[in-house]
């Protein structure tokens, strides 16, 4: 069996969508399935082309049994509506050329953003082949979400668009119960939509002793560290985190934020402001790091803006730290905090409620009964979302479609 993975992010990014992507494939190609992934140059989240790569016309390797295509797109940072439009159809478009020339048994389109669904069902209609839209995001509500654009006529015409590929997808793989909610009340018929959540690599991802070389090196000894790593967006609130952080008074708490996006120079530049010394801010570090770092956070914190757009998400930071045994702490409400408070793995604050996210704060310091009690609840969420039993979860939808398919035509 073959398969044709369309997706704006893949490895050596290190976002959310990448580490699925590529998880995922690692996996089905352990299974003799032969997987080719149509991506870009990695540029996410700075806009700029990683160090040994460049933005070609056309490029092509295999690696770990995948087959990665490399096209060239408008590259720019994540930041910005229309110039990331323009990036994101140039990608569309490029891939599907690409994809003209590859055979495959079943095509999947992953977002955000929504444009590479279009590649998607472009190349059915001319392969004749069924098409998978893996909804990862909400797009384009969450641009409204986040401030990027107000509602308008372009917003409209993008959500219009959404839904006709909504209808014209074989299946949907939503990662979180509540998007498969939200498509149902769209009209969306819910026999093919099929849940398919995040989650986390046990093998890369497990409880190991502090770094106490890492501690040192960033002066943390001593301290009470809540760590954040991820995307600096628009959608992640730092600079609330930040500001709240100044109104601590407990100079043995400490945030460690690594990463880098859109709002790194902002959030940065607040800091600086603020003239704060309890914050330290790292680049964006590759992968097989993170696990490090981790090991010397007492506690990951996953911030997003309060919105109702974002009681549908399901951070992928949650199952990384609860695989760490890490107690999260969490400002995002609805499916998130559903989560975290079934497997009892972390405390919840009111997004961008100051008093609530500090009350969080001391309380884990205080607590060590808590503190022992989170980390089981982690180890708990880990193991019910671990990352090998959700790829074969998928492939065995995949493959099912392959067969529905094969079978109608033959009958024909």
Known sequence: ??????????????????????????????????????????????????????????????????????????????????????????FAFMAFWAGLFQKTDVIIATSPQFF???????????????????????????????????????????????????????????????????????????????????????????????????????????????????????????????????????TDIHFLFIGDGAQKNTVVALAAELAITNVTFLDSIPKASVQRYLSIMDAVLVPLRKSDTFKTVIPSKIFEAAAMQKPIVLGVDG????????????????????ESFIKAIYRLQSDEQLDEQLRKGGQNLAKAFDRKALANRMIEIVVNLHVTKCVAQNKK
Request: hydrophobic residues 40%; glycine residues 6%.
């Open 1 to 90: 069996m073959k398969i044709l993975f369309v997706t704006d992010n893949f490895p050596p990014e290190v976002n959310a969508p990448a580490s699925r992507t590529y998880e995922h494939c690692l996996e089905w190609v352990a299974q003799g399935i032969e997987v080719t992934v149509i991506t870009c140059a990695p540029n996410f989240p700075r806009g700029k082309v990683y160090e040994g790569y460049r933005n070609r016309f056309y490029s092509s390797e295999v690696k770990d049994g995948i087959k990665i295509i490399r096209v060239w797109s408008y590259i720019v940072a994540n930041a910005g509506f229309l110039k990331r439009i323009l990036d994101y159809v140039s």
């Open 335 to 354: 499916q998130a905090r559903e989560m975290v408070e079934t497997y009892n793995a972390g405390i919840y604050f009111e997004p961008e409620n100051e």
């Open 116 to 250: 590479t669904t279009f590649t998607g069902f472009f190349l059915s209609i001319l392969k004749r082949k069924p098409w998978i839209f893996e909804l990862r995001d909400l797009w384009p509500e969450s641009i409204v979400t986040v401030g990027a654009m107000e509602k308008g006529f372009a917003i409209s015409t993008l959500e219009k668009l959404e839904q006709s590929m909504y209808r014209k997808a074989d299946l949907i793989i939503p990662v979180t119960d509540a998007f498969k909610k939200r498509l149902i009340e769209y009209g969306q018929d819910e026999s093919k939509i099929h849940v398919i959540p995040n989650g986390v690599n046990s093998k890369q991802f497990y409880p190991i002793p502090k770094d106490f070389e890492l501690f040192e090196k960033h002066k943390l000894t001593g301290k009470t560290v809540i760590g954040y790593v991820g995307t600096h967006g628009m959608a992640h609130s730092l600079d609330f985190v930040v500001r709240t952080a100044s109104k601590i008074d407990d």
